[in-house]
C-alpha cells in the first residue's frame, strides 16, 4: 500500500499560492487495486440502483446498453432525489476522454446589469501557468471531471476534498453545480466520472496518442454514485449561470471503476472546505486551479491562476461572488479555489463558475451555510463509506 502523503500546504501565500505535496503517486502496476467483485445486475448496475431506474420507467441493462442517450424531456431526471449514475465498465476510454468538450459558462457585460453596486473594479488579467510535473507530487487532488450531456460528451475539473465522517478515507469531489445539472431547463447529466491528475506528466496531444491508459488517468476513473448541487442552481441556473451563478457548486460521492480503495487513500491527499472564509478584504491571495479546454487550451494541461480576490454581484437578491484576473477558459469550471481558511489552513473556498467571453478574469461562489448544508448532508449519507 502507498504511504499517504502529507496535506497540500501553502507557501508564501502573500505572494503567491502554491500547492505541494511529497512525491508519492500512481503504483508502479497500475492505478487501481484488483478489480472488486462485480455487483449485482451486472455491468455495475447494483440491486438498489436497478430498482430506482425502474421507478423511473428505465430498463437497466437498455440504459447501460445506450438508453442514456435518450434526452427525451420527459426522461430526463431532474428532481434533487432523481440522480442516477450507473456504471458502465469501459465507457470512458482515452480518446473519449481527449474529445470532451467544455461546458463555457461565458457572460457579456449586459449580464451584469443586476449589479447591487457592490461590484469591484474588472481586475486586470493574470496569465494561466501550467502547473509543475507531475501533478501527483504538485496538486494530486485536482483533476478532470468527465460527463455526458445532450450536446456530447463535456468536460470539468474538480478536487477531492475532506470527509468529517470518512477521515483518510473521503470519497468526496468538489466541482460546479453546471457540471452535473443542467440547471433551470434541464436535470442532471449523465456517467459522471472523476479522474485525479490527469495526463500527470502534462504530455502533448501528439505524445498521448499511443500513451498507455495509466498516463492519461494514473489513478483511473471514479465514478458519481451520488450527486448533490444547490437547488437554486437547478431552480435557476442558465447557459450563462443566471441567478444560479452564485449558488454554482456541487459535491459527487465516488467510487472506483475498479477496485476498493477511497480516492483519498488512492491519491493520497485531499482538502478541506471552509464554509466560514474572511471576507474578501482581508484575503491577500487566492488561487485556482483547472483544466481549461477551450481555446487557446486544448484541455490536456493542469493551469493555476494566483490573484487578489475581489466582488462581483449578479443580482440584489442573490450574493456576492469572488472574482479573480484569471485567463483560463471553459473546462476549469469546477475547478478549486484555495486560500488560507478561517484557521489559517490552506482549504478550497470556492470553484470555477462563470467568466466573461474575453476570458479576462473568473468568477466563484462564495460558500456559505447553503453549501455547508449540502457538504455535511452528503457526508452524512455516506458516514462510514
Known amino acids: 500500500m502507498r504511504s499517504i502523503c502529507p496535506l497540500l500546504a501553502a507557501t508564501g501565500l ?7 505535496a511529497t512525491a508519492c503517486g500512481p503504483s508502479e502496476d497500475g ?15 447494483s440491486a438498489d440502483l436497478a430498482e430506482t431506474l425502474k421507478k423511473h420507467g428505465v430498463d437497466p441493462d437498455r440504459w447501460k446498453n445506450g438508453e442514456w442517450k435518450n434526452w427525451d424531456k420527459d426522461k430526463w431526471l431532474r428532481e434533487a432525489k432523481d440522480f442516477v449514475n450507473p456504471v458502465i465498465d469501459g465507457l ?8 470532451a468538450k467544455d461546458p463555457a459558462k461565458t457572460m457579456s457585460a449586459g449580464d451584469l446589469s443586476g449589479d447591487r453596486g457592490v461590484t469591484d473594479p474588472e481586475p486586470s488579467p493574470v496569465r494561466a501557468e501550467p502547473e ?3 501533478y501527483h507530487e504538485h496538486a494530486a487532488p485536482v483533476g478532470k471531471v468527465f460527463f455526458d450531456s445532450p450536446e ?6 474538480g478536487t477531492v476534498v475532506k470527509d ?9 469531489v468538489w466541482t460546479a453545480g453546471h457540471c452535473v445539472h443542467a440547471g433551470a431547463k434541464g436535470g442532471w447529466y449523465r456517467n459522471i466520472v472523476f479522474v485525479p491528475a490527469y495526463n500527470d506528466k502534462g504530455k502533448s ?17 471514479f465514478w458519481a454514485d451520488w450527486a448533490t448541487t444547490s437547488g437554486e442552481w437547478i431552480a435557476d441556473g442558465g447557459p450563462t449561470g443566471g441567478e444560479g451563478a452564485p449558488y454554482d457548486y456541487s459535491v459527487l460521492h465516488v467510487k472506483p471503476e475498479s477496485g476498493t480503495k477511497s480516492l483519498e487513500e488512492t491519491v493520497g491527499n485531499a482538502l478541506p472546505v471552509d464554509f466560514d472564509a474572511p471576507e474578501i478584504s482581508q484575503i491577500s491571495a487566492m488561487g485556482a486551479w483547472g483544466y481549461p479546454a477551450a481555446a487557446p487550451y486544448d484541455g490536456l494541461i493542469m493551469h493555476k491562476c494566483i490573484d487578489r480576490p475581489g466582488r462581483l454581484s449578479i443580482s440584489p437578491s442573490t450574493p456576492t461572488m469572488y472574482r479573480i484576473g484569471c485567463t483560463m477558459t471553459g473546462g476549469s469550471s469546477g475547478g478549486g479555489w484555495f486560500s488560507e481558511g478561517s484557521d489559517g489552513k490552506l482549504a478550497l473556498v470556492s470553484n470555477t463558475s462563470i467568466g466573461p467571453v474575453t476570458a479576462g478574469w473568473l468568477a466563484g461562489p462564495h460558500l456559505g451555510e447553503g453549501a455547508r448544508k449540502i457538504f455535511t448532508m452528503m457526508s452524512d449519507k455516506f458516514a462510514g463509506r
Do not use: F, H
Open 164 to 172: 468529517p465522517k470518512n477521515p483518510g478515507r473521503s470519497n468526496l
Open 31 to 45: 492505478a487501481a487495486d484488483k478489480p472488486a467483485a462485480a455487483e449485482s445486475a451486472g455491468g455495475g448496475i
Open 14 to 20: 502573500v505572494a503567491a499560492l502554491a500547492l505541494t
Open 132 to 134: 509543475d510535473l507531475p
Open 205 to 221: 496531444a501528439a505524445a498521448l496518442e499511443n500513451a498507455r491508459p495509466e498516463e492519461i488517468a494514473p489513478y483511473g476513473a
Open 152 to 157: 456530447g460528451s463535456m468536460v470539468c475539473s
Open 92 to 99: 470512458w476510454k482515452p480518446e473519449r476522454m481527449k474529445s
